[in-house]
Structures are given as C-alpha cells and as structure tokens.
C-alpha cells in the first residue's frame, strides 16, 4: 500500500468514526495546501497547527521555509498524532482538543506568527468555536494571523462572532483544484479604534 493510499485510508477511517472532528473524507490536496500556507515563510516564526491529520499541510509549511522545530502540532485523534509524531520527530506534537488551546504552555521566547487551521468550524458549536480562536489569539503576536479553509460560499465564521472577538477576516483565494473546490480566510485583530479628541 503506498503512502498515499495509507494517508487516504487513515483519514476516511478517523471521518467515519467522527463526521463532526474532521473536515473531510480525504486529506486536502496540494493546491489548498499551497493556497494555505501561502502568507506562511521562515520568518514567521513559530507556527501552530490545528487538526494537522496526516500532515499535508505540515509538509507545505516546511515547504516555505518553516523549521520543523517551530511547528506545534495539535491533533485530537491519537492515530493521527502518533503518525506525526514518526513523520515530524523535531516538531512539538500535542494531542489536545484545540477547544483548550488557551491551556497550552509555549516558550515564551518563541512567539507564535501563525495558526493554521484544519478544523471543521461550520461543524462546531459557536461556543467551541470561540474557546478555539480566544486559545489561539491568545498565542499569536500582535500581527499574527490565523488561517482557516472552508468548503463554504463564505467565511466559516460569523460575522457577529468576529466581533464578538474583536477579529476581521480577509479572503486569500480559492482554489479549484481541491476536491471539493475550498476556500483560505486570514482571520487577524482588528486595529484599535482610534479616539478622536475634540478640541473647545
């Protein structure tokens, strides 16, 4: 079997045992992988992956320049995370739910510049989703982005829960050549507004 099909196997398997914990049937492919990780370089510093499965996107990152010591891969099913654990010994693999991201203790000399997302937001409650984007904006530099795909018409998350969150999201792209076609959002801090001082 080659690895290909093992990967595939492997991420059907983890989609029939929870629909709702995993995007999709099949591992996404390299164009979204590309379009994911396009904003994504050496300099960005450490990054952090949720739901990184069989690690397509892992492989992109390290693709850009990305030290394998600076990934944090968090993975909530135990197959896929000893799988990365073998694949990526130098990056740090945690086997977590990301909805308690904000529990996780990082170095404090290593900032984090990105958070990349595999999971499937549409799929989740909105307070889930909250408890993931509050851990992982509690990590991220002040210019840090998060990344998210979705299989959607439009951003997975609400526009009332981004400002709920004090968040804007921006489209990257969307590309045709996934199966299905999906689509990158940057969901970053909005800049403080800035006060307005009138003179008497």
Request: hydrophobic share 45%.
């Amino acid at each position: 079997m080659t690895s290909r099909i093992a990967e595939a196997s492997l991420f059907f398997r983890a989609w029939l045992s929870a629909p709702l914990q995993v995007a999709s049937i099949t591992p996404s492919g390299r164009a979204l992988s590309a379009l994911m990780t396009t904003e994504i370089s050496q300099e960005t510093g450490t990054v952090i992956e949720l739901g990184p499965g069989t690690g397509v996107f892992t492989t992109a990152l390290l693709g850009r320049g990305v030290p394998e010591e600076n990934l944090v891969l968090v993975e909530f099913g135990s197959d896929f995370a000893a799988q990365l654990e073998v694949r990526f010994p130098k990056a740090r693999t945690i086997q977590m739910d990301a909805a308690h991201l904000i529990t996780l203790a990082l170095q404090p000399h290593t900032p984090v510049g990105a958070v990349v997302s595999g999971l499937p937001l549409l799929s989740m409650p909105a307070r889930k989703v909250i408890a993931i984007l509050d851990g992982a904006f509690s990590h991220l530099r002040q210019n840090g982005a998060f990344y998210q795909f979705t299989y959607g018409p439009r951003c997975p998350i609400p526009r009332p829960l981004l400002d709920r969150l004090g968040l804007k999201a921006t489209y990257v792209g969307r590309t045709l050549a996934n199966v299905p076609p999906a689509a990158v959002y940057r969901v970053s801090r909005r800049a403080p507004r800035r006060t307005v001082h009138q003179v008497t």
